[in-house]
């Protein structure tokens, strides 16, 4: 069994830089820029997820109630290991919930009065002041582009840029993103028999290398980790961490998956 993440509200800081902190052992995430504090794809609650695949989400995750104040969300997708109705409904109704269509449908539904749909090519802005982070809306690779984005998060005081594309991001696609200091990307390719979930090391070292990153950084850990045998046999699986660094070479970190909090 591994411990929570984080215990304690009053322990998490506010550094002037714009930083990550990683909220489970799959893909949630807590963007912070100073006091500002922004829910990536939240999962906060120890609901699991059964059927297409199956997900155990019991033990390393961080909870509402561990969490500094939350000015906003922004949502990859509607699908459910990014779209967690429950942990949604746990966030105060007026929180700015960002994201494509169906996904903000869904906070929508649950009360929340703050929904904002966008369309690729869209720019919105989190935040205001010195700790405002400008946000661009990018196209994700087929066919997750039919209900998913990535973005670009450019903080205004220190012009550090960060992309993240959850699911198949390209060279030829990412050149919306122009130039940027870190990506976080899955690391491990996923297909579903012919049709890809996520992309492979290769593809995601020649994205990385086309953006200018310095720094990579995992997520969507181990995404087979509690499929049942027959899912396993759907969905095949490849890469990982050290496969990334062999491709991008020394002039490139990838940040160790135990890592928990990544400074941009």
Not at 137 to 159: C, E, I, K, M, N
């Amino acid at each position: 069994m591994v411990a929570t993440l984080v215990h304690d509200p009053d322990a998490w800081y506010a550094p002037n830089d714009m930083h990550l902190t990683r909220l489970d052992d799959y893909q949630s995430w807590l963007l912070s820029n100073g006091n500002l504090n922004v829910l990536i794809d939240p999962w906060l609650t120890a609901e699991r997820i059964s059927g297409g695949f199956d997900r155990v989400h019991e033990h390393n995750f961080t909870s509402i109630d561990e969490l500094p104040s939350v000015d906003a969300v922004v949502l990859c997708t509607h699908v459910e290991d990014h779209c967690r109705p429950a942990s949604l409904a746990q966030l105060p109704a007026h929180t700015p919930v960002h994201g494509p269509r169906a996904a903000v449908k869904v906070a929508r539904k649950l009360g929340m009065t703050s929904t904002h749909a966008h369309d690729v090519g869209d720019m919105f802005t989190l935040g205001d002041g010195a700790q405002a982070i400008d946000v661009t809306v990018v196209r994700t690779g087929w066919p997750l582009s039919l209900f998913a984005y990535a973005y670009v998060f450019h903080d205004r005081q220190s012009g550090k840029r960060l992309f993240l594309d959850a699911h198949l991001p390209s060279a030829r696609l990412s050149r919306a993103a122009g130039r940027v200091d870190a990506f976080l990307t899955p690391v491990r390719g996923v297909r579903a028999v012919v049709i890809p979930a996520t992309s492979g090391p290769s593809r995601v070292a020649r994205t990385a290398k086309s953006l200018g990153v310095t720094t990579l950084i995992p997520t969507s850990l181990d995404p087979r980790r509690d499929m049942n045998w027959w899912q396993r046999l759907v969905y095949l699986s490849w890469g990982g961490t050290k496969a990334l660094q062999r491709k991008v070479g020394d002039g490139m970190r990838v940040i160790p998956e135990s890592e928990k909090t990544v400074s941009l």
